[in-house]
């Protein structure tokens, strides 16, 4: 695919993108090659891997991997695929395993990839069947705040540059507890008939449809908040990631959730107490500038959003065009007292669990968007993202460029970098 095309999909400033980008498996092929196999991506959380051989099944595009802990503590992320002929080595969504034996022909590798042992080895293979070329294909990978990323191209950028000032972001969310955070419970996994990209914009990036889509789940919500998410801005930051903010730390927190449940004099002591210290650590620890921020929704290019109001964060892994396997975790602080993270988790149930009323409306029109963008007729029109153009502004204090919620200044950034990766 040349720039040429691309130029017919994307337009420079990114305030149209052609609908073609939905269907076409033409270009779905180049997005699994582009971006998939390139990009830094989040497979697991640290959490979800506490001892050594705990591994998680995951997904990198459609190419399943292990991500596991080795015995020295390392995470490591393979291809689950054997070396001898492509048999997931690993059937399970997650456990513990010292050695992997494929189910197929009983090929053996350890938990850092080597190929141990094949059956009757010398009958067939000889002595000087070369074991070391044989082993399992492993990924780039790297941590940052519990989370694990990877990625299969040796010349990406390290993972600090690839994130750049989103980092920085990222910290006021997922660095400001003492002892970090923590997946809580299992991942919750749902296939819907979207395409992957409408999945990750809307998730990271689009602020102006909770209001409609989501009305009468934000009219359960206290209305402080409401009026708080409309005073948002929307930042660019330096590698390309959008992340949307708000300047002071909302009206309604989770101390009041947790209270609400507390019901001892104790528990209640035991709450403020843990609130208190967190917002002592924050400020120590990320200063007053940023601990006094808050993230609303953000986006890593290509797959990784997270939504901290609802204590959640999405991965979507495309399963051809027109499906996507859509991802939640629930993310709360490891150290916080039962009650504050039961109350961090009933949010995200209420939100963005299985009946989650989010959920349910997000995939009713991810699902819609992607079917109306088929026709050859509709197919013509481009999604307009043209909202606020121009109107972007900087900081005096924070880096990035910015906009006001209204704008649409972060779904172009998306978009912007689609174009780019699939230009690289
Ligand atoms: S495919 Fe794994 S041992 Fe043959
Ligand atoms: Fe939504």
């Known amino acids: 695919m040349g720039e040429i095309s691309l130029e017919r999909l994307v337009a420079p400033d990114a305030a149209w993108v052609s609908r073609q980008v939905i269907g076409d498996p033409e270009i779905y092929a180049k997005e699994r090659t582009r971006i998939f196999e390139r990009c830094w991506l989040v497979v697991a959380h640290e959490s979800q891997l506490p001892a050594p051989g705990d591994f998680v099944a995951s997904t990198m595009g459609e190419e399943p991997v292990i991500v596991q802990r080795d015995r020295d503590g390392t995470v490591r992320v393979f291809l689950n695929s054997c070396s001898h002929r492509a048999s997931r080595i690993c059937r399970t969504d997650r456990g513990n395993a010292s050695t992997w034996i494929c189910p197929n022909h009983g090929w053996a590798f350890a938990t850092d990839g080597r190929l141990l042992a094949i059956p009757q080895i010398l009958e067939g293979y000889g002595p000087d069947f070369d074991r070391a070329s044989r082993s399992l294909l492993s990924a780039r990978t790297d941590v940052y705040r519990g989370f694990i990323f990877a990625t299969f191209d040796e010349r990406a950028p390290d993972l600090v540059d690839y994130l750049g000032d989103a980092a920085r972001y990222l910290d006021t969310v997922y660095d ?103 917002l002592a650590y924050a400020s120590k620890h990320l200063g007053d500038l940023y601990s006094g921020l808050y993230v609303f929704t953000g986006g890593i290019f290509p797959n990784l959003s997270f939504l901290p109001g609802i204590n959640a964060v999405y991965l979507c892994h495309p399963r051809g ?86 704008s649409e200044h972060a779904q172009r950034a998306f978009w912007r970098n689609w174009r780019r990766s699939m230009s690289a």
């Open 176 to 278: 400001r507890y003492e002892g970090g955070v923590e997946v809580l419970g299992g991942q919750q996994k749902v296939v819907v008939d979207s395409n992957w990209k409408l999945v990750a914009e809307n998730l990271g990036t689009d602020l102006q449809h909770p209001e409609v889509a989501h009305g009468a789940f934000m009219e359960m919500w206290p209305d402080p908040v409401m009026s708080f998410m409309k005073e948002s801005e929307q930042v660019l930051t330096s590698a390309g990631h959008p992340i949307c903010i708000g300047r002071q730390l909302p009206p309604y927190t989770e101390r009041e959730s947790a209270l609400a449940l507390a019901s001892t004099a104790e528990e209640e002591r035991e709450i403020h107490e843990w609130f208190d210290d967190s």
């Open 321 to 406: 065009p027109l499906q996507t396997e859509w991802w939640s975790w629930c993310v709360v602080p490891a150290q916080a007292p039962k009650l504050v993270k039961e109350a961090m988790r009933s949010l995200f149930m209420l939100a963005s669990g299985p009946g989650g009323i989010i959920l349910a409306e997000d995939v009713e029109n991810w699902a819609d968007m992607t079917r109306s963008s088929l026709g050859e007729v509709g197919a013509r029109m481009p999604f307009d993202v043209s909202r606020g153009l121009g109107e972007e502004y900087t900081d005096p204090e924070l880096p990035g460029s910015f906009a006001t919620m209204r």
